[in-house]
T-cell receptor, first 110, second 113 residues
């Protein structure tokens, strides 16, 4: 089993739709969780950290479920500019490293 | 504040040539990483370094060597380049204590012909 697993997609949704991604992780000792966005082979950039209580940043909501070991990202009122690959990132517990999921491709159509 | 600086940005090598990709961060981060990304694929960890003087293999270390020269710098060396190593290479770093967000360099686009 991979340490961090994501549905690769692609998700193809109309502008204005709500879309949700899930990501599961295997290490119950993980403490830090992030969502990154990557555009067309450019470097990944932090979209948002994921906090235990859940957090929201504009149209984006991230949640953490420790019991089931998954994090989620919800995008409301999607825009054309949201088209990108979304990467789930988890720390490796005691291994002092981060682990990237393979990413979920999102395409927003007009 | 430059963050993570990678050089070069582009490189073309002939099969069998060697080269070193350079990475430096100015954020006093402990952990540094080298990833490769092939077209349509996710990031794959080549090597990482949790602290100065330590390095560990990642998912795809074969054909690569690394050196954590000091806290700032983490270099990736291809001793004998192969076409299968054509990829985009990213360096990243994370802070100490509880893992902080990762900061990335802009990537090196390497083609081996």
């Amino acid at each position: 089993r991979k340490e961090v697993e994501q549905d690769p997609g692609p998700f193809n949704v109309p502008e204005g739709a709500t879309v949700a991604f899930n990501c599961t992780y295997s290490n119950s000792a993980s403490q830090s969780f992030f969502w990154y966005r990557q555009d067309c082979r450019k470097e990944p950039k932090l979209l948002m950290s994921v906090y235990s209580s859940g957090n929201e940043d504009g149209r984006f909501t991230a949640q953490l479920n420790r019991a089931s070991q998954y994090i989620s990202l919800l995008i409301r009122d999607s825009k054309l500019s949201d088209s990108a690959t979304y990467l789930c990132v988890v720390d490796g517990g005691s291994a002092s490293k981060i682990i990237f999921g393979s990413g979920t491709r999102l395409s927003i159509r007009p | 504040n430059a963050g993570v600086t990678q050089t070069p940005k582009f490189q073309v090598l002939k099969t069998g040539q060697s080269m070193t990709l350079q990475c430096a961060q100015d954020m006093n981060h402990n952990s540094m990483y080298w990833y490769r990304q092939d077209p349509g694929m996710g990031l794959r960890l080549i090597y990482y370094s949790a602290s100065e003087g330590t390095t560990d293999k990642g998912e795809v270390p074969n054909g690569y060597n690394v050196s954590r020269l000091n806290k700032r710098e983490f270099s990736l060396r291809l001793e004998s380049a192969a076409p299968s190593q054509t990829s985009v290479y990213f360096c990243a770093s994370t802070g100490q204590g509880r893992i902080t967000e990762a900061f990335f360099g802009q990537g090196t686009r390497l083609t081996v012909v």
